[in-house]
């Protein structure tokens, strides 16, 4: 690659310019590795810090709920059996069906939801 320090690179043939262009293509995917690489070096460095932490951080059990807490809330409608349902959709079911009854939820006694198939 001497070629590259000549000073008339002004009038060079197409076999220079191609090896000019390869090497400019080699020095930019080199320089795109190293960085992948370090990306990946870091990220693994990051993850096994994270595990470190957490495996040293002390599990925090919750407290246990007194009976009262357990008890049902005021103006609640009773116990809601849920069939194969996530909580998450039935708590959305309830709040469509209050909407389009026009009621409001505590008005409302759901029994069980299931899913139909």
Do not use: W
């Not at 103006?75 to 998450?88: F, M, N």
Request: hydrophobic fraction near 55%; glycine fraction near 8%; charged fraction near 20%.
């Amino acid at each position: 690659m001497l070629f590259l320090v000549k000073a008339d690179m002004v009038d060079i043939g197409i076999g220079e310019a191609g090896l000019v262009a390869v090497g400019g293509y080699l020095v930019v995917f080199i320089g795109l590795i190293l960085l992948m690489c370090v990306v990946m070096i870091t990220g693994k460095i990051m993850v096994s810090s994270q595990a470190r932490k957490r495996a040293a951080a002390p599990e925090i059990e919750a407290p246990a709920a007194p009976a009262a807490a357990l008890a049902e809330a005021p103006g609640s409608a009773g116990e809601l059996k849920l069939y194969d349902v996530d909580p998450k959709d039935a708590a959305m079911i309830m709040a469509i069906v209050a909407h389009q009854l026009q009621k409001p939820l505590n008005e409302l006694r759901f029994k069980s939801i299931r899913e139909v198939k």
